[in-house]
């Protein structure tokens, strides 16, 4: 499969560096669909079938306005058994739809355990000689850090066998987030996982401009986005946090390359839950304020990141 | 219901601070299994009813000999949903058998996602008024420290409700574990993150002398499990990384606490896959050669925690 990066730089160059994420904060759905679904309020499955119906709705709309999904899947994984029945039709129809989805699932262990993450969310299970093709089958996963290079190894060697990405959280875009990630004694612990990622991108080369393996650094700290891009001037991004978490779309400027390339900007819930702020009482027209809301992000971005 | 401490408290009591690693390792299962289940070698769903099969004997095996299971999510979650399927029943078969279970996760997130990944696995789903139980209800859940103290928030305050328990990573059991945790100002990484824990657990008094929240202290790092233990004198440990890892048993007496009290200690490969050591071929005595391996370590473990 072409790789990841080069499937990136394609959706840039059409629908530009702006990334949906569907985070379906069950209490901000859409109350018609709460009510269609799930009447009584007391089924984890009618709660599915709502979060199912939100998702599809908002990538019927998005399809062809957007180039990126990115899933969230704590919301998912909370459902249970048909949450992830959920997840699973979300991710075909997202495919089918075109867009690229990055699957949020911060994921880490020892290397043995971290081999299945990434095989069951990227590549496919190894299992004796035979490669069985993965279930979950994102674009790109998020994974964490904490256990050093040899937890992410596997990541990047299963991503990269599948023509797949990678962004290692290294500054997340949380109040707390300097609590462990400015420690350090030289280099605090971000600029040391962001150095770490652009070392190891080069163990595995690809024919693009763009590496398919990068960080998560987070709108909230934009002179942080600067800092790690001056040091890391082709290093991927991606920028969550603008939004409800505070950070401005005009600072993720810095972090892009000629060409809008180098870094996807993510908003979730101001363009999920748009409706809330003037839209049908019951919300009957979210995807449509979501795309409203989608276009005035993307006209800013086309105009920091042209 | 009663907290996990005190659950805890009476496993030990009853059955010793050993828990069982449940990582079913595709390639590692018993043949007789993988020949039984999937035959052609072709489908996740044939993989996924062999770890059914794998972990729902041993269950039955080590019923009223072990108090605790750890299990390893990402080997459910590589299967997809026949994955997630049978991780659910082995969840129903390890409570009704009466093991303490022990989710081994290491979710992370900011906070708003967060609290889905507790309510999820831990406590249950509030939208609205309304509180759906938590499907998958492990006893605990293992979680990652890098978003900081606002990303594990919401973990304490849903385990606390639910009484449910928490083990945070401080020191992983792996070679490259140093990369962040040992990095530091003032105090290393792995250390802050223990004192973090230390702090917040007294925010949520209990009625037990061991609290419900703990850390994750690798068994491969002798010295630093022994400087914690003096740091921080009735924090609980989790164990992990003896046996294939390369952690020694005897080398853990330095967490516990009088009565065995304070630290579980978790054996994964040794004990599933003792069968490939000298017992039969396609492995169809696995259980009775993992409950072997089961009593060893539980009289290596009475001798050192009396």
């Not at 990334?19 to 009510?35: A, K």
């Not at 990541?155 to 875009?173: D, H, I, N």
Request: proline share 6%; charged share 25%.
């Amino acid at each position: 499969m072409e790789s990841f990066a080069k499937r990136v730089i394609d959706k840039v160059r059409q629908f530009g560096p702006l990334v949906v994420g569907l985070d379906p904060h069950f209490d901000s759905l859409p109350p018609f669909l709460l009510q269609r679904f799930m009447p009584c309020r007391t089924s984890l499955e009618g709660l599915a079938e709502a979060v199912f119906a939100f998702g599809a709705e908002l990538l019927e709309v998005l399809s062809g306005e957007v180039g990126f999904i990115k899933i969230q899947l704590a919301f998912y994984e909370a459902l249970g058994v048909p949450g992830m029945q959920v997840l699973s039709e979300t991710l075909r129809l997202a495919r089918s739809r075109g867009f690229l989805v990055i699957l949020d699932g911060k994921r880490n262990d020892i290397a043995s355990s971290a081999t299945l993450y990434a095989q069951g969310y990227l590549s496919g299970i190894k299992v004796g000689n035979t490669v069985l093709p993965s279930f979950w089958d994102g674009d790109a996963l998020t994974v964490n850090p904490y256990f050093g290079e040899d937890g992410l190894r596997p990541f990047f060697e299963e991503a990269y066998q599948s023509g797949k990405g990678l962004f290692v959280l290294a500054r997340t875009s949380n109040p707390s987030a300097p609590f462990i990630q400015d420690e350090g004694q030289n280099k605090r612990v971000f600029e040391k996982v962001a150095s770490l990622v652009d070392t190891m991108r080069k163990e595995f080369p690809e024919d693009s401009p763009i590496s398919s393996f990068g960080i998560v650094v987070g709108a909230t700290y934009s002179e942080d986005l600067r800092y790690l891009r001056e040091l890391f001037p082709s290093l991927p991004f991606l920028i969550p946090g603008v939004g409800v978490q505070g950070g401005e779309i005009e600072k993720v400027r810095s972090a892009f390359l000629p060409g809008g390339l180098g870094a996807l900007v993510n908003v979730s819930r101001d363009i999920l839950f748009a409706y809330r702020k003037g839209g049908k009482e019951k919300g009957e027209d979210f995807a449509e304020r979501a795309l409203d809301q989608v276009r005035k992000y993307q006209k800013i971005l086309r105009s920091i990141a042209p």
